[in-house]
């Protein structure tokens, strides 16, 4: 009676167990039994470790190694919930070979130190040394301050499952540093990913990594900024994300922040023309993106707004930067508070993400 009542109840959720409840239990079962919640720790051995180190600094005492401490981060919680349930949703499907995307990268190093800033040299510089002189790939979870800790992999999760992610679908990683993205979207989600990174250690570090843990995915050292993304065949990917990373970009033509007021604005109907900047990276990731497919831009409006065009140029700069599609009906356009989405601490700048998603066919122009 108790199985019976079990499987009413999966049947209620699972659309597929729903329509098959009928049938004989072994040929609806998960195609993948690896891949079921409870067949594997939903935490890898990297997650884990990330996840004690915690703790133990909130306990501000020795931890055994074997022991997870009560003062757990319930952001942990959360993300092993949304890892078992990606992983049951990809246990549904019947696995095909996922091989790494095929794309010609520029060339080595294309657009590395051609730049035009001390505020790009120096963004290049922390993130060189977040790998090279903190080891945050190996010992960390991203290269962001500390580590990133539960907030890479929770990103990861979140935008993974907002979006719908499908076992065969490609990602498009801009700034995709160490590769952790890519090795869990395809461990949690069954996805393939391309990614692109300005840091050449970081990305041999996500090559190594991605085929050390099966991950299908290919990696460019290259310089979004200088080289875009041409490379990147258009409408070809299911979701292109960029964590952190735009902010770091000019605002404007002679803008990157509120210190520097860009006394020649370029006016809303112009926008989509400039380059190097935040609007031209983010059509740039849109054209990669296929009908039905997202774009996720991630934190903006961090250090207290110093980088955020809505802040320096005005409220109106994604809604002018993609003004031509959205009046055509190519795009719809979301700005998204990522207080409560993400769990942020509640001493957390008010960042928000902007999601785009393609609603029609078009390769964008200037």
């Not at 109907?269 to 983010?282: G, K, N, P, S, Y």
């Not at 809505?310 to 930067?321: D, L, Q, S």
Request: proline content about 4%; overall charge neutral; hydrophobic content about 40%.
């Amino acid at each position: 009676a108790m199985a019976t009542y079990a499987w009413a109840s999966l049947a209620l959720l699972h659309p597929q167990v729903r329509a098959l409840s009928r049938h004989d239990l072994k040929s609806v079962l998960p195609a993948n039994p690896e891949l079921w919640p409870e067949a594997s720790e939903p935490l890898d051995s990297r997650l884990r470790l990330s996840r004690q180190q915690q703790a133990c600094e909130v306990m501000s005492e020795s931890c055994s190694d074997d022991v997870v401490p009560d003062a757990v981060d319930r952001r942990w919680l959360v993300l092993e919930q949304l890892i078992a349930a990606a992983r049951f949703s990809r246990a549904w499907i019947q696995d095909e070979a996922i091989v790494a995307p095929q794309v010609d990268c520029p060339e080595a190093g294309s657009g590395w130190e051609h730049f035009t800033s001390d505020i790009e040299r120096h963004h290049f510089r922390r993130h060189q040394t977040w790998i090279g002189g903190y080891d945050y790939c190996e010992k960390g979870t991203g290269l962001w301050t500390s580590g990133c800790g539960v907030f890479c992999p929770l990103r990861a999760a979140i935008i993974g499952s907002s979006v719908g992610l499908r076992a065969g679908q490609t990602v498009l990683d801009v700034g995709s540093g160490c590769g952790h993205f890519a090795v869990w979207m395809h461990e949690w989600f069954g996805v393939r990913t391309i990614g692109i990174d300005f840091v050449g250690k970081a990305v041999d570090f996500a090559r190594k990594e991605a085929s050390a843990r099966g991950a299908p995915a290919q990696f460019c050292w290259s310089d979004l900024a200088r080289s875009g993304l041409s490379f990147v065949p258009a409408e070809s990917t299911d979701l292109a994300i960029a964590v952190s990373v735009l902010h770091y970009l000019r605002i404007d033509t002679h803008s990157f922040e509120e210190s520097t007021v860009n006394r020649t604005r370029t006016t809303c109907a112009q926008l989509a023309q400039t380059t190097r900047t935040q609007c031209w990276a983010a059509r740039e990731v849109f054209k990669a993106v296929r009908v039905g497919g997202h774009v996720w831009i991630y934190h903006n409006g961090s250090y207290r707004g110093k980088w955020d065009p809505k802040r320096n140029w005005g409220a109106r700069y994604w809604e002018c930067c993609f003004l031509r599609e959205l009046t055509l009906g190519v795009v719809e356009l979301r700005e998204v508070p990522e207080f409560k989405l993400f769990m942020h601490d509640a001493d957390s700048d008010p960042t928000y993400s902007l999601v785009l998603r393609r609603r029609g066919h078009g390769q964008l122009g200037g």
